[in-house]
């Protein structure tokens, strides 16, 4: 059947420039995933990655057109200092100093997160949900400054399907 995941690729932490984060679409399984819906949340918050309430607004929601062939993917982008925070951050969804100083000292965390839904080609309907957040550690004497998404300990699920 097809099996259908999320992983973060590429991400952006520059200052000046969005905080950028590439989610990739993955389907591990053997048969194509059809009607596949996708939704991305990228945003920035004041809690720990344990204690934030998870939405998935419909607005995220791409149509429900797409089919992932086997070992095939589809990527969405989002911007975690962008629309998904209310009251937006900073202007233009920018990354600012004050904004990566509050993140390197874990004040602020940047997350994605969000939910797939798509069919296999018998007509049965699944769904995994995806919760990453940025880990960044400060640079030291001995090592550069290390940044990487990680997954977060709860959020993460799929059906039994």
């Given at each position: 059947r097809a099996w259908v995941d999320a992983r973060v690729g590429e991400s952006v932490f520059?200052?000046?420039?969005?905080?950028?984060?590439?989610?990739?679409?993955?389907?591990?399984?053997?048969?194509?995933?059809?009607?596949?819906?996708?939704?991305?949340?990228a945003k920035l918050i004041r809690e720990t990655p344990e204690t934030i309430t998870l939405t998935y607004p419909e607005s995220n929601l791409s149509p429900g057109f797409g089919i992932i062939m086997p070992h095939g993917n589809i990527t969405r982008m989002g911007n975690a200092l962008a629309r998904?925070?209310?009251?937006?951050?900073?202007?233009?969804?920018?990354?600012?100093?004050?904004?990566?100083?509050?993140?390197?000292?874990?004040?602020?965390?940047?997350?994605?997160?969000?939910?797939?839904?798509?069919?296999d080609v018998f007509g049965v309907k699944h769904w995994t949900l995806f919760y990453f957040f940025l880990h960044v550690f400060k640079a030291t004497q001995n090592m550069p400054e290390v940044r990487g998404w990680g997954c977060a300990p709860t959020g993460n699920e799929m059906d039994r399907n």
């Open positions: 520059e200052i000046g420039k969005p905080l950028a984060v590439k989610v990739i679409f993955e389907n591990s399984g053997k048969t194509p995933a059809i009607n596949v819906r996708t939704l991305q949340v998904d925070n209310d009251p937006p951050i900073g202007t233009e969804g920018i990354l600012t100093q004050p904004t990566a100083d509050a993140i390197i000292s874990k004040k602020m965390v940047a997350v994605t997160y969000g939910r797939i839904e798509y069919e």
